[in-house]
């Protein structure tokens, strides 16, 4: 089992910047993919930003340019920064990690950005 505790999230105007973290603790031997999703009320969740073991990344184009996901592999964290947030940007937050075959997630993360 993988256990993910996020971090970083809250409340910020628009323009503003925040970092959102998840670290990865238990049985952990191969970690392949972390990413972040978000869930905007009404919505359904989306993929915001994902990385690989090997450094390479991918954006939701909404996102691209402003937020940047990066991991850190000694310590099995991931993290999100978040700039120049828009109100549509606003959701829960959760980090994803694949330890194949498996997928796990956080508990999730408020961001909220106000207008």
């Known amino acids: 089992q993988v256990q993910l505790v996020e971090s970083g999230g809250g409340l910020v105007q628009a323009g503003g910047s925040l970092r959102l973290s998840c670290a990865a603790s238990?049985?952990?031997?191969?970690?392949?993919?972390m990413g972040w999703h978000r869930q905007a009320p009404g919505k359904q969740r989306e993929l915001v930003a994902a990385?690989?073991?090997?450094?390479?990344?991918n954006y939701a184009d909404s996102v691209k340019g402003r937020f940047t996901i990066s991991r850190d592999n000694a310590k099995n964290t991931v993290y999100l920064q978040m700039n120049s947030l828009k109100p549509e940007d606003t959701g829960v937050y959760y980090c994803?990690?694949?330890?194949?075959?498996?997928?796990?997630w956080g508990q999730g993360t408020q961001v909220t950005v106000s207008s």
């Open positions: 238990g049985s952990i031997f191969s970690i392949t993919f």
């Open positions: 994803t990690v694949i330890q194949s075959p498996y997928p796990y």
């Open positions: 990385i690989t073991s090997g450094g390479s990344t």
